[in-house]
């Protein structure tokens, strides 16, 4: 607060803005009902195991390193607070973005550079889609996020349940609208599989199989085999095309060099 107050009017005031107690609140004789508890749908039971499967809490302090297309990554996370940071060179010059808490800068050569809006959210939206794969499904646990469960499928003669995510407008991101599927092994309940579909630069189609998982410090990374379908494919076709080798390869998505900080 910018103007001075005193002692006595802050004890006034934090005295008079303390919530009653249950016994100050109910009316004589009258017993209080108690608070409903929101029950989780299936989609989020799923997705909760999967989040147990690939690390659960140790997401919430997590703090590494790696390497991803010869770029150095990091991530630390301290419950709801972030920092993020990609490091790389070009023609001779040290660029480090920096994402802390969604506020993005730039430096060149240890030198803080001004960005223009439409830089700062490209750079901002490459950061966070590098960590949002390298940390799944951690991610999924935030807010804007909407699943449901789907009918269930067997990729490669194992059963999956299929996770339909899905981004709410507010809090969702610039590509709120861009749909996901998410295929998680019955046995291990981890993510073996994933889709999406966007709508930028003409949009797109993707599908990727997990493959060198390993677990460093208590959390699991994958690296993915990433196919492209042809757009307006519908995602709950991919497993399918997939297994009858239709889907083209496009790139692998590697984190190399992984390493806890702490």
């Known amino acids: 607060m910018k103007h001075f107050l005193t002692t006595a009017l802050l004890l006034t005031l934090a005295v008079s803005c303390q919530s009653p107690t249950p ?3 109910a009316a004589p ?3 209080t009902a108690p608070v409903p508890v929101k029950e989780k749908t299936d989609g989020e039971k799923i997705l909760g195991d999967a989040v147990v499967a690939h690390g659960d809490d140790r997401y919430e302090t997590a ?24 490091s790389s060179e070009k023609d001779g010059v040290s660029i480090v973005d920096v994402l802390d ?12 550079t001004e960005l223009s809006a439409k830089g700062i959210a490209k750079y901002t939206e490459d950061l966070n889609s590098v960590i949002y794969f390298a940390t799944l499904p951690h991610k999924l646990l935030d807010p804007a996020v909407q699943t449901a469960l789907l009918d ?20 969702g991101g610039t590509d709120h609208d861009d749909n996901f599927r998410y295929w998680i092994n019955w046995k291990t309940n981890q993510i073996d599989y994933l889709a999406y579909d966007y709508k930028t630069s003409g949009g797109g189609v993707r599908f990727r199989s997990a493959y060198n998982p390993r677990v460093v410090s208590g959390i699991l990374f994958q690296d993915y ?5 042809p757009v307006g494919t519908s995602l709950d076709s991919l497993p399918a095309l997939f297994e009858q080798g239709k889907l083209e390869e496009l790139s692998r998505i590697e984190t190399e060099e992984v390493q806890s900080l702490k």
Do not use: H
């Open 152 to 171: 269930s499928t067997s990729i490669s003669g194992k059963p999956y349940s299929t996770l339909r995510v899905q981004f709410a407008k507010e809090g």
């Open 225 to 229: 085999v990433n196919y492209k379908a």
């Open 23 to 25: 016994e100050q609140s």
């Open 63 to 86: 703090n590494y390193s790696f390497i991803f297309r010869k770029k150095n990554y990091t991530f630390k996370n301290d419950g709801t607070s972030y920092r993020y940071s990609v």
């Open 101 to 112: 808490n969604g506020k993005l800068t730039r430096t060149l050569d240890g030198v803080a």
């Open 29 to 31: 004789g009258i017993e």
